[in-house]
C-alpha cells in the first residue's frame, strides 16, 4: 500500500488484540495541524482469517470511537470485493473522526487488512477525502 500522508510518518508495530489471537499490527502515521493521519496493515493467512480479523479490528473501533457510527459503502482501487470496503465517520471523543477498512489478497500468499485512519480537525475540509483516495494498492 502506498499512503501520501500530510506529514513524515512514525512507524511502528504492537500486537493487537483481534478476536481471540494477539496480532501484529504495523503502523504508520503522523499528526499535521490538529489531525492525525494513520495506516495500519495486518497480515492474514488466508481470506476466512482476514475477513475473521477486519471484523474484530472494525468492532473494537466501534467501541473506542462510539460516534463513528455513520458507515458507507467505500471504493478503493485494486482492494478486494469482498469483505467490500467500508468508510465510517463521526465524532468521538469531541473530535471528528473518518476511518477505512478494507483488504487486498497478495499474489505470494495471505491477505492484507488495512485501517486507513483521519483524527481531529483537519486543516482542510477534504483533507480526509483527499488521504482516502490516495491510497494506491498493487
Not at 481471540?20 to 504495523?26: N, Q
Not at 494513520?38 to 476466512?48: K, P, S, T
Not at 477486519?54 to 467505500?74: I, M, V
Request: with cysteine; net charge neutral; charged share 15%.
Amino acid at each position: 500500500l502506498v499512503a501520501l500522508l500530510p506529514c513524515k510518518p512514525d512507524r511502528a508495530t504492537r500486537p493487537v488484540a483481534l478476536g481471540a489471537t494477539a496480532v501484529d499490527v504495523t503502523m504508520a502515521g503522523c499528526e499535521a495541524g490538529r489531525a492525525t493521519f494513520a495506516v495500519a496493515q495486518v497480515m492474514a493467512g488466508d481470506r476466512a482469517q482476514a475477513d475473521l480479523w477486519l471484523a474484530a479490528w472494525q468492532a473494537q473501533a466501534r467501541l473506542a470511537w462510539p460516534g463513528a457510527r455513520d458507515e458507507t459503502a467505500a471504493t478503493v482501487a485494486h482492494a478486494d470485493a469482498s469483505p467490500p470496503a467500508r468508510r465510517s465517520s463521526g465524532q468521538a471523543n469531541g473530535a471528528r473522526i473518518e476511518v477505512l477498512w478494507f483488504s487486498q489478497a497478495k499474489a505470494g500468499g495471505g491477505v492484507a487488512g488495512y485501517q486507513a485512519t483521519v483524527l481531529g480537525q483537519p486543516s482542510e475540509p477534504t483533507a480526509a477525502t483527499t488521504f482516502f483516495e490516495g491510497l494506491q494498492l498493487p
